[in-house]
C-alpha cells in the first residue's frame, strides 16, 4: 500500500522547509505507530502532491498506515488521544498537524491505497494539532500515593523532591511545606509511601503530589520473605492440629 498527501492550498505561498518538516513528521509517526522505513512513491512539482512506501517490512508498515489514518481522523474530530498512540507518536502527529494543515481552509489529505483502491482517508487541519494538544495536556486530580525511593531535595525557590516509583516510569515532583522539610528530609534515600493531591497526566500515570503525609516503608531487603512467612504460619497450623487432636483423644 501507499500512504498519498496532498496538500491544499497555493504552492507560491507554502514555506518549502514547512512542508518538508510536516512530511518528515508524518514518516515519523508511521515509525512511532510501529511501521519500518518508507520512501517517496512520488513528490510532483507544481503542487505538494507525494506519496510514501514501505521500504521494508511492508505487512507492520501497511498496519502502522491503517493506524495513522484511523488516528488523524479521531484526532481531527475531538481532543481525544487515539488508542495505542504514544508520546512519540502524540508529538509527531502535532507536529504533522501544524505543518500541513494550516497553509488551506481544507487541510491536508491522506489517503491509503492499495492500488487502485481508496482503502482509507483522513483530512488534517490545524484542528488536528490543538486537539492533539489540548488531550494531552489533560490533568486528573485525586487523593492518591506514590511508593518509591525519595531524592533530589530542592528548598531554593520552592520546597520539593522526587520519588522514583518503585513500577517504573519518570520521576515524581513531591511538593511540601515549610513544616513538613524536616520530616522529608530525614527520608531521602529511603524507600517511602508519599500520600496527598496526585495529579496525573491523560494516561493516568503520576506527575506531581501535594504532601499530606509520608511514611518510610522497609525496603526489599529489610521486608520479610515469603518463604519465612509460610514457615512460621506451617509451624502454627501444626502445632494447633496437635493440640486439637490431643484434646480430642484426651477426651475419647
Do not use: C
Amino acid at each position: 500500500m501507499e500512504l498519498a498527501i496532498y496538500v491544499h492550498g497555493h504552492t507560491n505561498d507554502m514555506d518549502a522547509a514547512q512542508v518538508l518538516t510536516g512530511l518528515h513528521q508524518v514518516a515519523e509517526l508511521i515509525k512511532a505507530l510501529g511501521g519500518g522505513a518508507v520512501h517517496f512513491a512520488h513528490l510532483r512539482d507544481g503542487s505538494v502532491d507525494a506519496a510514501f512506501r514501505p521500504m521494508q517490512e511492508p505487512d507492520t508498515t501497511d498496519a502502522a498506515f491503517r493506524r495513522l489514518v484511523a488516528g488523524l481522523r479521531i484526532a481531527e474530530n475531538g481532543a481525544e488521544i487515539p488508542d495505542g498512540w504514544n508520546d512519540t507518536a502524540i508529538q509527531a502527529g502535532r507536529d504533522a498537524a501544524a505543518h500541513l494543515g494550516g497553509f488551506d481552509a481544507e487541510g491536508t489529505e491522506l489517503t491509503l491505497r492499495d492500488g487502485d483502491k481508496i482503502v482509507d482517508r483522513v483530512r488534517i487541519t490545524l484542528v488536528t494539532r490543538d486537539h492533539l494538544r489540548e488531550a494531552g495536556s489533560l490533568r486528573r486530580t485525586s487523593i492518591g500515593s506514590v511508593i518509591g525511593h525519595l531524592d533530589s531535595l530542592n528548598v531554593h525557590e520552592r520546597y520539593e523532591a522526587r520519588i522514583w516509583p518503585e513500577r517504573g516510569g519518570k520521576s515524581v515532583v513531591i511538593r511540601f511545606t515549610a513544616a513538613q522539610l524536616d520530616n522529608v528530609r530525614s527520608l531521602i534515600g529511603r524507600r517511602v509511601e508519599a500520600r496527598g493531591k496526585l495529579i496525573r497526566d491523560y494516561r493516568g500515570r503520576p506527575l506531581s503530589l501535594q504532601l499530606r503525609a509520608i511514611t518510610r516503608l522497609p525496603t526489599r531487603d529489610e521486608s520479610p520473605r515469603l518463604a519465612s512467612g509460610l514457615g512460621i504460619a506451617e509451624e502454627a497450623v501444626t502445632s494447633t492440629v496437635k493440640d486439637y487432636l490431643g484434646g480430642v483423644h484426651g477426651t475419647a
